[in-house]
């Protein structure tokens, strides 16, 4: 699978078939997180392959009760080793460095195993603590995220995205809106969010509408076709009819 292939058609998955994963593609999975970017080369870094299930419990269990979790077969936790981010970097490398580090690991993970395909979900809304009594984690490792991988057992529709004119500029920030003094938090009279958001949800119905008509234009051609040449017949035979009469 192309890379661009890969990136525009991974979805998030959440529903997973009761099939086991190679272990020989685990190890691809793996491999392609291993050679990932990371601040310094410091690879900070470390995955732990958990497959077994009553660990898998416990694990969606402090992801707040996200027990769709359990169904994946396979989950790759993605830990940071903060001492050699903080010898190095200090702060900056223990707040944003380890964060940056593992969630390009993460990615390369996931359209690894996409284009292997394998379905994947990043899920990382858990409660520290738990996750750490669970792992038994020195001081100096923080969970970063939990990878789960099986085959899919959902082909989900892509989630909206805002348009690319939205998001991304030339030279300068948000040339068509910019901060406005004394407006408050948003520093904007308008939050372009909320406006942008609420055109893209907008255009969902009409892009539905336009599918629709399409499956119906699909599907009543034929019979539009047989009406059609009964018609013609029917014209020929009237024609003929006249034709006779003179
Ligand atoms: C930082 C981060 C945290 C996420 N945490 C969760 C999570 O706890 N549970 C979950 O089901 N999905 C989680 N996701 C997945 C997002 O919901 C998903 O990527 C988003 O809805 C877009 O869908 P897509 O991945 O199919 O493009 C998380 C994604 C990111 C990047």
Not at 119 to 125: E, H, L, Q, R
Not at 220 to 226: G, H, I, Y
Request: with cysteine; charged share 25%.
């Amino acid at each position: 699978m192309e890379v661009l292939e890969a990136l525009h058609t991974r979805r998030s998955i959440r529903k997973y078939l009761d099939v086991p994963v190679e272990w020989d593609k685990v190890g691809t999975i793996l491999d392609a997180g291993r050679v990932a970017p990371s601040a310094g080369n410091l690879q900070s870094w470390r995955f732990v392959v958990v497959r077994n299930p009553e660990k898998k419990k416990q694990i969606a269990d402090a992801c707040l009760q996200q027990y769709w979790m359990e169904q994946a077969p396979v989950f790759i936790v993605i830990f940071a080793e903060m001492n050699k981010l903080e010898n190095h970097y200090g702060i900056r490398g223990v707040r944003l460095y380890s964060i940056q580090s593992c969630s390009m690991a993460a990615l390369q993970m996931m359209l690894a195993a996409h284009s292997l395909g394998l379905g994947t979900c990043y899920v990382s809304a858990f409660d520290e603590n738990a996750m750490a009594r669970i792992f038994n984690l020195p001081d100096s490792v923080r969970p970063q995220c939990i990878i789960t991988i099986g085959y899919p057992d959902e082909t989900p529709e892509a989630p909206l995205r805002f348009r690319l004119e939205n998001i991304a500029w030339h030279e300068v920030w948000n040339p068509s809106n910019p901060p406005v003094a004394g407006t408050g938090g948003s520093g904007r009279v308008v939050d372009p969010d909320y406006t942008v958001w609420n055109f893209r949800v907008a255009e969902k119905p009409v892009q539905f509408a336009k599918e629709a008509a399409k499956d119906i234009e699909r599907v009543t051609r034929k019979r539009r076709q047989r009406l059609f040449s009964k018609l013609k017949e029917h014209g020929k035979k009237f024609a003929k009819k006249k034709e006779e009469e003179k």
